[in-house]
């Protein structure tokens, strides 16, 4: 169980907080969305629950342990936005091994299982890959270190409308053993897998029923 509790995040060089007094709950199996428009503060909440950033002040726990960003980094999987532009292997075996060469071909191959990409030979250039092939490799890529929350920022962006739907269908088979959370300025087709919904607003959470945004696109 992930709790939040009045996390907030005020760099020195701002006016004002980037992230107020967020709180939030999330169980294993579950996936969130957080739905807000552009510089509303979605990436750096993102960026501090992987502990990329630090935040000010609140409390981040899983279960009862309170969690550091040295913590959060082995934890959390954080996919970024567009992921495939950060590619850094040339076959997908070298980018699924990348900081992990000790993997073994059957936990890869798991990975892959769980992304839809098994049928793909280990050897493929991820450039070769679709776009929605890449953002699946992207998600494996975070699959194999086995992480407690997922992290998604922007899954769909760019993709064309079978690939978003395709990549749908994929989270929502990962969130019958992970815990998901994801980001995005457009909540249409992400609302219907979402167990748990929230909008930001200039760093402000609030909670809201993932059936506003079904009937709102809808
Ligand atoms: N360390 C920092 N110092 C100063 N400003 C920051 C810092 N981190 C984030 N910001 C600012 O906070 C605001 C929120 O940024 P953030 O990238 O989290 O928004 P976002 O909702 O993800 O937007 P987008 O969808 O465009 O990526 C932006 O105005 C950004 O410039």
Same mark, same amino acid.
């Given at each position: 169980?992930?709790?939040?509790?009045?996390?907030?995040?005020?760099?020195?060089?701002?006016?004002?907080?980037?992230?107020?007094?967020?709180?939030?709950?999330?169980?294993?199996?579950?996936?969130? !969305?957080?739905? *807000?428009? #552009?510089?509303?503060?979605? +990436?750096?909440?993102?960026?501090?629950?992987?502990? /990329? &950033?630090?935040?000010?002040?609140?409390?981040?726990?899983?279960?009862?342990?309170?969690?550091?960003?040295?913590?959060?980094?082995?934890?959390?999987?954080?996919?970024?936005?567009?992921?495939?532009?950060?590619?850094?292997?040339?076959?997908?075996?070298?980018?699924?091994?990348?900081?992990?060469?000790?993997?073994?071909?059957?936990?890869?191959?798991?990975?892959?299982?769980?992304?839809?990409?098994?049928? !793909?030979?280990? *050897?493929? #250039?991820?450039?070769?890959? +679709?776009?929605?092939?890449?953002?699946?490799?992207? /998600? &494996?890529?975070?699959?194999?270190?086995?992480?407690?929350?997922?992290?998604?920022?922007?899954?769909?962006?760019?993709?064309?409308?079978?690939?978003?739907?395709?990549?749908?269908?994929?989270?929502?088979?990962?969130?019958?053993?992970?815990?998901?959370?994801?980001?995005?300025?457009?909540?249409?087709?992400?609302?219907?897998?979402?167990?748990?919904?929230?909008?930001?607003?200039?760093?402000?959470?609030?909670?809201?029923?993932?059936?506003?945004?079904?009937?709102? +696109?809808?």
């Amino acid at each position: 169980m992930l709790h939040l509790r009045d996390v907030s995040y005020h760099p020195a060089a701002t006016p004002s907080p980037i992230l107020k007094d967020i709180s939030l709950d999330m169980a294993p199996q579950q996936l969130g !969305l957080i739905v *807000g428009p #552009s510089g509303s503060g979605k +990436s750096t909440l993102l960026e501090i629950l992987s502990g /990329l &950033a630090k935040k000010t002040s609140g409390t981040i726990r899983w279960r009862d342990q309170d969690l550091n960003p040295e913590y959060l980094r082995e934890l959390a999987g954080l996919v970024f936005q567009f992921p495939e532009r950060h590619f850094c292997g040339s076959t997908i075996l070298e980018e699924l091994r990348l900081g992990h060469p000790e993997l073994s071909r059957d936990r890869l191959h798991h990975a892959l299982q769980e992304v839809g990409l098994d049928h !793909l030979s280990l *050897g493929t #250039s991820p450039r070769d890959l +679709s776009g929605g092939q890449q953002r699946r490799l992207a /998600l &494996a890529v975070q699959l194999i270190r086995q992480p407690f929350l997922l992290l998604l920022d922007e899954p769909t962006a760019g993709l064309d409308w079978s690939m978003r739907q395709q990549l749908v269908s994929v989270l929502a088979r990962l969130k019958q053993d992970w815990c998901l959370l994801v980001v995005s300025h457009d909540a249409s087709e992400l609302a219907a897998i979402a167990d748990r919904c929230w909008t930001l607003h200039h760093g402000q959470l609030q909670s809201v029923e993932p059936s506003l945004f079904i009937t709102a +696109s809808a």
